[in-house]
């Protein structure tokens, strides 16, 4: 399987403008977002790589949302071909995995496109602003590679933007798999 690392967006980019539903219908805008650092995660329900940090990922935005951090996930995948990836499977995945944030359908995948989503996952972290601060990896653990699954760059990252500053510049692109064009 190749891996595919996060396309890197420039640093203080400003957060792309979406309108997406999730798979029960509601509409869900960027202009709703509240003025507070925003998470938006492009994953997937049938990638290795999202499926090794989903329990974790889950666990991770209960706890950070607690604090003040949004978080919202957005499936780009073509689900005609990739039937696991459909609306319908999306509403089981929040429910086995128990997501409590937006998990959002971009059929037409303009919104990865927009946001320079590559792979899934891949994490975009803007500040209160909504400019980008960290756009990288969850931690270093992946499939068979036997590093636990911590979340720790996300977490340094989250901490640092919710005490007031800003996340180490160096940071290291997430890798997974390539988002399933159209």
């Given amino acids: 399987m190749t891996l595919t690392p996060s396309s890197m967006t420039p640093l203080i980019t400003s957060m792309p403008s979406f309108s997406l539903t999730d798979p029960m219908g509601s509409l869900h805008r960027d202009t709703n977002l ?5 998470l938006i995660a492009f994953i997937c329900n049938h990638c290795p790589y ?11 935005a209960r706890s950070y949302s607690q604090m003040g951090l949004t978080v919202v996930a957005i499936n780009s995948n073509d689900f005609e071909n990739y039937p ?14 128990g997501y409590t944030f937006p998990y959002l359908v971009d059929e037409t995948q303009e919104v990865a496109h927009a946001f320079g989503a590559a792979c899934t996952p891949d994490f975009f972290l803007y500040d209160a602003n909504h400019r980008l601060v960290y756009r990288g990896q969850f931690d270093d653990s992946r499939p068979g590679n036997g590093e636990p699954v911590s979340g ?16 180490d510049e160096e940071q290291t692109p997430s890798v997974g798999c390539n988002i399933k064009w159209k």
Avoid: N
């Fill in 84 to 97: 696991e990836d459909s609306p319908e499977r999306m509403r089981e995945e929040i429910a086995a995995r």
């Fill in 50 to 60: 999202v499926r090794h940090i989903a329990d974790a990922f889950s666990e991770f």
């Fill in 152 to 167: 720790k760059d996300l977490r340094a990252a989250v901490d640092a933007v919710l005490a007031g500053g800003k996340p």
């Fill in 34 to 38: 509240p003025a507070q650092p925003v």
